[in-house]
């Protein structure tokens, strides 16, 4: 009994960390490799140009370098105020890239990166079990192998 509950737990953990893996990993680099890039990035001040309730709460901003004005569109917070307390012309903290000053993000990049990690560690921590779950109530022979049960 001993034995099996090992066996259970071994198959159980494995496929929770390939699953995590397998849903963290490709997560991490979509914007997390991004907002790591920023923390190197220059500050400046932008300005909020519009804001887009029905578009997941967009904030479009613009910001100059170099007598160069650059429209971009992001999130609020993360050091700026909330969706709710922005309105059109208000300052905003932007990063940009020195070496590619079209390149930016609005906020500050150590909170980005702090929002985009739990993100990302909660839905590799959740998201495999509920597929192990899932996939035991749905497929009778994956139960079966699971709790090591003969046909």
Not at 48 to 63: D, F, K
Not at 91 to 117: F, M, R, T, W
């Amino acid at each position: 009994m001993r034995k099996q509950k090992f066996k259970f737990l071994a198959k159980a953990l494995g496929i929770w960390v390939l699953g995590a893996l397998a849903i963290m990993v490709p997560l991490s680099r979509v914007n997390l490799t991004q907002y790591r890039r920023f923390k190197h990035g220059v500050l400046t001040q932008g300005v909020v140009t519009g804001l887009e309730p029905g578009n997941h709460q967009a904030v479009r901003y613009s910001y100059k370098v170099v007598d160069v004005t650059y429209p971009r569109t992001g999130r609020a917070g993360f050091g700026n105020p909330e969706f709710c307390c922005l309105a059109a012309g208000q300052n905003v903290i932007v990063y940009y890239l020195p070496e590619s000053p079209s390149e930016s993000c609005i906020g500050i990049p150590d909170e980005l990166i702090k929002n985009e990690i739990s993100s990302i560690a909660a839905a590799g921590i959740i998201l495999p079990l509920f597929a192990i779950i899932g996939f035991s109530y749905r497929f009778p022979p994956f139960k079966r192998w699971l709790l090591n049960r003969p046909s």
